[in-house]
């Protein structure tokens, strides 16, 4: 799971909105019951690659949605197909025409401007059935027209003739927008990631912090006070550091990084070699200095960096509540210090006391169809309801009944 959205039509924010890589995009109509079952919208878009989901901040009514996840493995990567829209609160949906060569959206934000709803999609050419897509569309993407058009605003990489290519966009609550690098897909030295980049209207784009090493740069800016943002810079696949600016990216400074209580990973890369793919960070909609980060399991800094505090453990062990392994977005409630979302290679988790030094969480995946399948296999026996089924982080499943069934 990696996009997760509160419905901003529903006051009490029970209705979320959720979607899973190769699963498509669901919805569940009341996230704090345990027998609520989440609802797909339709298993027969063109694509159900799902990356983002986001709403119109001057219409509640229309939401987007991007597909294909271009973390740059064509082994677990799935290209998307562009841009969905909904004019009419996730009832009714349709593809961007403009969108349908926009394999691998990695991220979607939609900004106030002028009154004017404008969609920003971060787009990273990736690597996908033997071939490299999307490399034409690489960069950030922006449409002031509802997605009708696009135009790629990104300035060129220093020395280099491509623009940057986008892991991670953010609007702070200044309405500036922060914008994360990846590697681009194109070749050679210099490939852009590491770079942290602002603009305030959209077109005009400033450097505010560079790691020369970088791969991929996560963000998060603080709700109650936009002179915070935060950053985690994957370096090599591991986590090369976390950056804050406490002054609206004037000057940052390194912070510490968690030590996860598994001796399997190591107290230098919490992300034990995944940050590539396995990054998550957000901040407390009301303490600048309350921060979550994860990668394999989760954790929380309540001094801005400075000490971290283990959340979960990805089997339960060590003494910590169990959650999925590797944390993909972390979502808080609006307005809630307490209540968030957790999405990873294991569905949903939910918690209501997240402030606490030990919370409890609670598996939400009632229904949540959404397990990623790399291969299968027949029995050989024709006639035979034996089938065999390898998926991504959940193990291998057996099915032994005719039709369609549980494993």
Same mark, same amino acid.
């Given at each position: 799971?990696?996009?997760?959205? *509160?419905?901003?039509?529903?006051?009490?924010?029970?209705?979320?909105?959720?979607?899973?890589?190769?699963?498509?995009?669901?919805?569940?109509?009341?996230?704090?019951?345990?027998?609520?079952?989440?609802?797909?919208?339709?298993?027969?878009?063109?694509?159900? &690659?799902?990356?983002?989901?986001?709403?119109?901040?001057?219409?509640?009514?229309?939401?987007?949605?991007?597909?294909?996840?271009?973390?740059?493995?064509?082994?677990?990567?799935?290209? #998307?197909?562009?841009?969905?829209?909904?004019?009419?609160?996730?009832? /009714?949906? @349709? %593809?961007?025409? &403009?969108?349908? @060569? $926009? $394999? *691998?959206?990695?991220?979607?934000?939609?900004?106030?401007?002028?009154?004017?709803?404008?969609? $920003?999609? #971060?787009?990273?050419?990736?690597?996908?059935?033997? &071939?490299?897509?999307?490399?034409?569309?690489?960069?950030?993407?922006?449409?002031?027209?509802?997605?009708?058009? *696009?135009?790629?605003?990104?300035? =060129?990489?220093?020395?280099? /003739?491509?623009?940057?290519? +986008?892991?991670?966009?953010?609007?702070?609550?200044?309405?500036?927008?922060?914008?994360?690098?990846?590697?681009?897909? =194109?070749?050679?030295?210099?490939?852009?990631?590491?770079?942290?980049?602002?603009?305030?209207?959209?077109?005009?784009?400033? +450097?505010?912090?560079?790691?020369?090493?970088? /791969?991929?740069?996560?963000?998060?800016?603080?709700?109650?006070?936009?002179?915070?943002?935060?950053?985690?810079?994957?370096?090599? =696949?591991?986590?090369?550091?976390?950056?804050?600016?406490? =002054?609206?990216?004037?000057?940052?400074?390194?912070?510490?990084?968690?030590?996860?209580?598994?001796? !399997?990973?190591?107290?230098?890369?919490?992300?034990?070699?995944?940050?590539?793919?396995?990054?998550?960070?957000?901040?407390?909609?009301?303490?600048?200095?309350? +921060?979550?980060?994860?990668?394999?399991?989760?954790?929380?800094?309540?001094?801005?960096?400075?000490?971290?505090?283990?959340?979960?453990?990805?089997?339960?062990?060590?003494?910590?509540?169990?959650?999925?392994?590797?944390?993909?977005?972390?979502?808080?409630?609006?307005?809630? &210090?307490?209540?968030?979302?957790?999405? !990873?290679?294991?569905?949903?988790?939910?918690?209501?006391?997240?402030?606490?030094?030990?919370?409890?969480?609670?598996?939400?995946?009632?229904?949540?169809?959404?397990? %990623?399948?790399?291969?299968?296999?027949?029995?050989?026996?024709?006639?035979?309801?034996?089938?065999?089924?390898?998926?991504?982080?959940?193990?291998? %499943?057996?099915?032994?009944? /005719?039709?369609? !069934?549980?494993?």
């Amino acid at each position: 799971t990696r996009a997760i959205m *509160f419905d901003p039509n529903d006051p009490t924010y029970k209705k979320v909105w959720a979607g899973g890589v190769s699963g498509g995009l669901w919805f569940n109509n009341d996230i704090t019951s345990p027998t609520s079952t989440w609802t797909a919208v339709d298993d027969f878009w063109d694509n159900i &690659s799902i990356t983002a989901i986001a709403a119109d901040p001057t219409n509640d009514s229309t939401f987007y949605v991007s597909t294909g996840e271009g973390w740059g493995s064509s082994v677990s990567g799935a290209r #998307g197909a562009g841009i969905w829209k909904s004019t009419d609160a996730g009832n /009714s949906w @349709s %593809q961007l025409g &403009s969108t349908t @060569s $926009y $394999y *691998f959206v990695n991220d979607l934000v939609v900004r106030e401007e002028n009154g004017v709803g404008v969609v $920003y999609a #971060g787009l990273r050419g990736a690597s996908y059935a033997g &071939s490299i897509h999307n490399t034409p569309n690489e960069g950030l993407q922006r449409s002031i027209d509802g997605g009708q058009t *696009f135009t790629q605003v990104l300035p =060129n990489i220093p020395g280099r /003739s491509i623009n940057y290519a +986008v892991a991670d966009v953010e609007i702070a609550a200044d309405n500036r927008i922060w914008v994360g690098t990846i590697n681009t897909a =194109n070749g050679g030295s210099n490939r852009g990631g590491g770079n942290i980049l602002y603009s305030d209207n959209g077109t005009t784009w400033q +450097v505010a912090y560079t790691n020369n090493s970088g /791969s991929r740069v996560k963000l998060a800016t603080a709700p109650s006070d936009s002179a915070y943002v935060y950053a985690i810079i994957a370096v090599s =696949n591991q986590v090369g550091e976390i950056v804050k600016t406490i =002054n609206h990216g004037s000057t940052w400074v390194n912070v510490n990084e968690p030590n996860d209580a598994d001796p !399997n990973i190591p107290s230098t890369d919490f992300s034990r070699t995944q940050a590539w793919v396995h990054l998550a960070l957000t901040v407390d909609p009301n303490d600048e200095n309350t +921060v979550i980060a994860g990668s394999v399991d989760p954790f929380r800094t309540d001094d801005g960096g400075n000490t971290w505090d283990q959340l979960a453990h990805w089997y339960g062990g060590f003494g910590y509540t169990e959650v999925h392994a590797d944390q993909q977005i972390v979502v808080y409630r609006p307005g809630s &210090s307490s209540e968030a979302l957790f999405g !990873n290679d294991g569905g949903v988790y939910r918690t209501t006391n997240l402030s606490s030094t030990v919370p409890s969480f609670s598996n939400l995946n009632r229904g949540y169809n959404i397990t %990623q399948f790399y291969s299968c296999a027949m029995h050989p026996t024709g006639g035979s309801n034996y089938f065999l089924g390898g998926t991504q982080d959940n193990g291998s %499943q057996q099915f032994t009944s /005719s039709g369609i !069934n549980s494993t």
